[in-house]
């Protein structure tokens, strides 16, 4: 039996927040019901401007979905068969599998054990005559080392993608992450820190040719009505999707500060029991996630489990070891850092709707276990 007295806690609490937004949500979906434009219309385009401003990038653009918006961007970067494109086994399918859906082949390179996110001095050993690009991933709402990154970019000729899926608002030496590549692409799935009721997503570029090229590949390759001039997708934001985000987009900078308040109180608490998330002056996290790292972690999950409360594990198998990606010969041990992470890491419940009552009893069934466990 639990003795958590707040039910269960998940591990984002998504009707909480709709308590909070649900009359403007309402106001704005009946605007949408009665304008009869469903796609491409208004608040899609409001949207764009605003989170294009929003990261400091000159255009932006809706989309149907995260995993989309990567899609979309190696199509506009002309990449497709017998190219590869590097990122890291540590992170969400999508960030590999969009690769191979463009028919290229993913190229993996493994982590820093701090950050979790690709070690950009690993990187030039995987460059091969091949490289066009480079997918950045900001994991967990950390930036990558983008400095690091673009420079051998640079001196490779290669493209830089920032899959920023996880990272909207973070900053990087000062500046919002999204627009330092040529391409930044970020998902809207509910869960995510800016999240729709549904599937969204967008991409962003400074390049006036490049936004072009992505307009008219997300829309069947047209850019005027049953003109085709390539063969495109159809991977639109819709009105709804939008119309809520726009809601949504007002209390971005509020729940983000919230997450970073949540995140330094487990840090706080919890960093002398076991590798807590590490923070540099000019890598800012925004916490998606907030994930610990300990030998035990499956049975401090499952003692939190018989309190009521979640946690989860982002991600369980790397990319390089998934079944779909057999066909890259990649082996157990190619990537020591990755894989071990992938055994010890535990998210812990985040969101922007924690009460610090609630996180205070997460912290110390945490602590119990750990005084037994540890
Ligand atoms: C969520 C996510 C995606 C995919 O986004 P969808 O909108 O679910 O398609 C891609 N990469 C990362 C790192 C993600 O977290």
């Known amino acids: 039996m639990s003795d958590n007295k ?92 969009a690769i191979a859906q ?22 030039e050993q995987a460059i091969t005559q091949n ?7 900001h994991l967990y709402g950390q930036s990558a080392k ?26 990087y030496d000062g500046k919002r992450i999204g627009a330092i590549g040529d391409i930044g692409c970020f998902s809207f799935f509910p869960s995510k820190n800016l999240g729709a009721f549904g599937d969204a997503g967008l991409v962003v570029t400074n390049q006036k040719q490049l936004h072009e090229k992505l307009s008219e590949l997300r829309n069947h390759g047209s850019e005027k009505k049953y003109h085709h001039s390539s063969i495109g997708m159809n991977s639109r934001l819709d009105e709804f999707q939008a119309a809520v985000l726009l809601v949504k987009l007002y209390y971005l900078d509020i729940f ?26 000019n890598r800012e996290h925004t916490f998606h996630q907030y994930c610990i790292e300990l030998d035990n972690r499956d049975e401090l999950a499952a003692a939190l489990k018989d309190h009521g409360i979640a946690s989860a594990i982002y991600y369980p198998i790397p990319l390089h070891l998934q079944e779909a990606f057999h ?22 419940p985040i969101s922007p709707m924690l009460s610090f009552q609630k996180q205070d009893y997460i912290i110390s069934t945490v602590k119990r276990f750990m005084e037994t466990n540890g």
């Open 102 to 123: 463009v028919g290229a082949k993913p190229v993996f390179v493994d982590i820093e054990e701090e950050t979790y996110n690709i070690d950009p001095s690993k990187i």
């Open 256 to 281: 983000l500060h919230k997450r970073k308040e949540v995140a330094n109180r487990y840090t706080e608490h919890l960093s002398h029991l076991f590798k807590t998330p590490r923070t540099t002056d």
């Open 327 to 348: 066909y890259l010969h990649y082996k157990e041990g190619d990537f020591p850092i990755a894989e071990k992470t992938a055994k010890r890491i535990l998210a812990l």
């Open 131 to 137: 490289t066009k690009a480079i997918i950045a991933v």
């Open 146 to 171: 983008m400095k690091e990154i673009v420079e051998i970019a640079k001196t490779h000729h290669l493209r830089v993608i920032e899959d920023a899926c996880q990272a909207i608002g973070t900053e």
């Open 6 to 97: 707040f039910g269960q806690i998940p591990m984002v609490d998504l009707k909480e927040e709709l308590r909070l937004i649900r009359d403007p949500v309402l106001s704005m979906l009946t605007e949408v019901l009665d304008s009869g434009d469903y796609i491409l219309g208004d608040k899609g385009e409001q949207l764009e401007k605003q989170l294009a401003q929003y990261v400091n990038a000159s255009y932006g653009l809706g989309v149907a979905n995260g995993t989309d918006a990567l899609q979309l961007s190696l199509r506009a970067l002309n990449i497709g068969p017998g190219d590869e494109v590097i990122t890291t086994p540590f992170t969400f399918f999508a960030s590999g599998e």
